[in-house]
């Protein structure tokens, strides 16, 4: 059956950075469409990042970009989401998810499969 879970989630100060990391099981990862969402308290779940299988095309939201890397190791499994820079409002819980393929990236809908969520905090 296919898992995701997330790590790599923790208290950081402002400017500082953070690696998330995606692994994946009971499927392989490389064949799959991966993407990050975050979701602060009162507020709906949007899409940070996303890396499509095969040619690896990424995406990011206009909020992250820039200072947000999302990246795929097929040998382990594994995506990763390296975000520098930190700013306050980057402060949420971070989940992966993963669908077959879909143009809308960004819709929460659009994904099967959901991690548990990794908690980031930007603060001093």
């Known amino acids: 059956q296919v898992q995701l879970v997330e790590s790599g989630g923790g208290l950081v100060q402002p400017g500082g950075s953070l690696r998330l990391s995606c692994a994946a099981s009971g499927f392989t990862l490389n064949y799959y469409q991966i993407a990050w969402f975050r979701q602060a308290p009162g507020k709906e779940r949007e899409g940070v990042s996303c890396i499509k299988s095969g040619d690896g095309t990424t995406y990011y939201a206009d909020s992250v970009k820039g200072r947000f890397t999302i990246s795929r190791d097929n040998a382990k499994n594994t995506v990763y989401l390296q975000m520098n820079s930190l700013k306050p409002n980057d402060t949420a819980v971070y989940y992966c998810?993963?669908?077959?393929?879909?143009?809308?990236?960004?819709?929460?809908?659009?994904?099967?499969?959901w991690g548990q969520g990794t908690q980031v905090t930007v603060s001093s």
């Open positions: 998810a993963t669908t077959t393929s879909t143009s809308w990236w960004w819709a929460p809908y659009e994904y099967e499969y």
